[in-house]
């Protein structure tokens, strides 16, 4: 099997002591070894014991070794439970696999968002390490109980030159500072960040960060032509 290491094979003298062993990697683990040596009839079980010990016969033996994936469970703990639902996208996870999570808001306010802004370890009421800063974690192998962090998000508009040219839309939660930052197009000389909904510069730095109010934003990158 390419899922496991497997010691044993070789050259041996008709009666002589022949040991297998089959060491699976993470995430499986043994079920039986199977003999097709006559590839004319079906394989068949001759141990259900990673170390198979057997008396070499007068003929070429071929051994195959059986593994399945183990299943491990996914325990979650939510933490915001009166505004969102947070749930897997599967049911069956295995070692190694990513695993997503959905992030839906219970209320009846179709302009309201919350995102998961964290996945964290979680033992016995203690919130550990950080394991994922989105949605997405990559399953262990071992089952696991994680914490979710769930925050209200506003959207974030920014474009460049003004409102007639399209830009990139995305959201934060409240108080995520935003990295500003922009190429001066040729001919042209920054002027500042606008707030289109203040009406006003909300600097005149070119490269400034902006901590996220709890309100939709919209910002453009404004020049002029030098």
């Known amino acids: ?15 002589s002591e022949v040991t297998v062993t089959c060491t699976p990697n993470k995430g499986y683990e ?28 007068d003929h070429d033996v071929r051994l195959w070794d059986c593994l399945r994936n183990i299943e491990y469970s996914v325990t979650i703990v939510n933490s915001d439970p ?3 639902n947070v749930y897997t996208s599967g049911q069956k996870y295995y070692y190694d696999n990513k695993i997503t999570l959905n992030v839906v808001y219970i209320g009846t306010d179709r302009d309201v968002y919350y995102e998961c802004t964290g996945i964290y370890l979680y033992d016995n009421g203690v919130i550990g ?12 192998d071992h089952d696991i109980t994680i914490y979710v962090k769930v925050e209200r998000v506003y959207s974030f508009y920014i474009a460049y030159f003004d409102e007639n040219i399209s830009g990139l839309s995305t959201s934060y939660p409240e108080g995520k500072e935003i990295k500003l930052n922009t190429l001066v ?4 000389k920054f002027i500042g960040w606008y707030d289109i909904d203040k009406k006003e510069y909300i600097s005149r730095d070119l490269q400034y960060t902006y901590v996220m109010p ?11 032509f030098d």
């Open 30 to 57: 043994f079920v039986s070894w199977y003999d097709e040596t006559d590839k004319s009839k079906s394989s068949y079980v001759v141990s259900n014991e990673p170390v198979y010990t057997f008396k070499m016969p």
């Open 214 to 224: 709890n309100h939709r934003v919209t910002i453009y990158a404004r020049f002029e």
């Open 1 to 15: 099997s390419n899922n496991s290491t497997v010691t044993g094979a070789g050259t041996y003298g008709y009666n």
């Open 129 to 140: 390490e950080k394991i994922s800063d989105y949605n997405v974690f990559t399953m262990p």
């Open 82 to 84: 009166e505004h969102v």
């Open 185 to 188: 197009p040729e001919y042209t």
